[in-house]
C-alpha cells in the first residue's frame, strides 16, 4: 500500500479506532500510536478500505492483549513499612524475604540503569516513576519517536537479562 493512501486511510479511521481503545485499555493515545507504527512499518498490501481496516483491527486487538498481559505481571517494589499490593491490585502483607527480594531487584535495576547510555537509561526512568509518553519522552530527548521508543525496549531487554542472571527474573520464553 503506498505511504500516502496509508495516511488517507489512518486519517479516516483514527477517530474510529480510539472510540475502540478508550474503551479497552487505559493509554489509548498512547496504544492508538503504536498500532499506527506496526501498520505504517507492516505496510500491509490491502485492496480496499475494508480489508485494511479488517487488519488495523486485528493488529489493535493483539495491542490491547499484550497491553493487558504487560499489565497483569507487574511486580511491585515496596518499603519496609508499607503494605504490599499483588499485580491484580488487592493488599497483602509481606515478609522480609520480599522486602529483601524488592531490594535485590531494585539493585539490579539501578546497576543495570548505570552501566547503559545516559540517554537509554533517562526514557526508562521517565516511563517507570513518571509515566511519561513515549510522545512526549522523544520531545524531551530531540530525537524521532521510534528512537525513544527502542532506547526503552533496549534498557527493558538489558534489565530483563540482568534479573535472570541474578535468578530474581522470569525464565525467557522461546
Not at 147 to 165: D, E, N, S
Request: a positive charge.
Amino acid at each position: 500500500m503506498h505511504a500516502s493512501r496509508i495516511n488517507t486511510e489512518i486519517d479516516r479511521l483514527s477517530p474510529e479506532l480510539l472510540r475502540f481503545l478508550v474503551r479497552r485499555c487505559p493509554q489509548p493515545e498512547e496504544a492508538m500510536q503504536e498500532i499506527w507504527l506496526k501498520v505504517a512499518r507492516a505496510n500491509p498490501d490491502c485492496a480496499d478500505p475494508r480489508s485494511f481496516r479488517a487488519y488495523v483491527y486485528a493488529v489493535a486487538r493483539r495491542q490491547v492483549i499484550d497491553l493487558h498481559r504487560r499489565r497483569s505481571v507487574r511486580i511491585s517494589l515496596v518499603g519496609m513499612d508499607d503494605a504490599a499490593v499483588d499485580a491484580a491490585g488487592g493488599g497483602s502483607a509481606h515478609t522480609p524475604h520480599d522486602t529483601a527480594r524488592a531490594d535485590a531487584v531494585l539493585d539490579v535495576v539501578e546497576a543495570t540503569l548505570a552501566g547503559l547510555s545516559p540517554q537509554i537509561a533517562e526514557v526508562f526512568r521517565w516511563r517507570m516513576t513518571e509515566t511519561v509518553s513515549f510522545r512526549d519522552i522523544a520531545r524531551r530527548q530531540n530525537v524521532p519517536l521510534n528512537t525513544a521508543l527502542g532506547r526503552h525496549h533496549r534498557a527493558v531487554k538489558a534489565i530483563a537479562a540482568a534479573l535472570r542472571a541474578k535468578g530474581l527474573g522470569p525464565e525467557e520464553s522461546s
